[in-house]
């Protein structure tokens, strides 16, 4: 694992953990996971981009409940140590790891993740569409 650029920890633009292998290695268990109940959210990753384990390895992927959160919102934070997604809901979870999986980017045989930070919350109460009419569609 090489960190592309730091500083005393802090992060400039540009910023990545550069993987030696195909697949991102992340450590995620029940104890990782302190959102109602552990659940199946390895499912939810990608699996030409993520290996799970739950043995220690390069990268902890944590997911945390915060009441405080908006409705279907997320902070999404990769360090290079650990990944952190704090969340109020599970649709906050899948639109989290949706983002996570597109952040990671391949290039000859290598996995690249960038260290980021990210807040997203909805306008409204719940994300969607409404779709409606009037008259004749």
């Known amino acids: 694992m090489k ?22 290695p992340v450590y995620m268990t029940s104890r990782t996971v302190n959102f109602k109940m552990f659940s199946s959210y390895e499912q939810l990753l990608d699996v030409d981009k993520f290996t799970i384990s739950s043995e220690r ?10 009441p405080k959160m908006k409705e279907d919102g997320y902070d999404l934070e990769i360090s290079k140590k650990e990944i952190v997604i704090n969340v109020k ?3 906050g979870i899948r639109y989290a790891l949706a983002v996570l999986n597109n952040l990671v980017t391949k290039k000859n045989g290598y996995a690249r993740l960038p260290l980021i930070k990210i807040n997203d919350e909805p306008s409204f109460k719940y994300r969607g569409i409404i779709e409606g009419y009037y008259g004749t569609p």
């Open 3 to 24: 960190l592309s650029y730091i500083y005393k920890n802090v992060y400039f633009m540009n910023s990545y953990i550069d993987f030696p292998t195909a697949k991102i």
């Open 89 to 91: 809901n599970e649709r």
């Open 57 to 66: 390895s390069d990268i902890q992927l944590k997911i945390i409940y915060n």
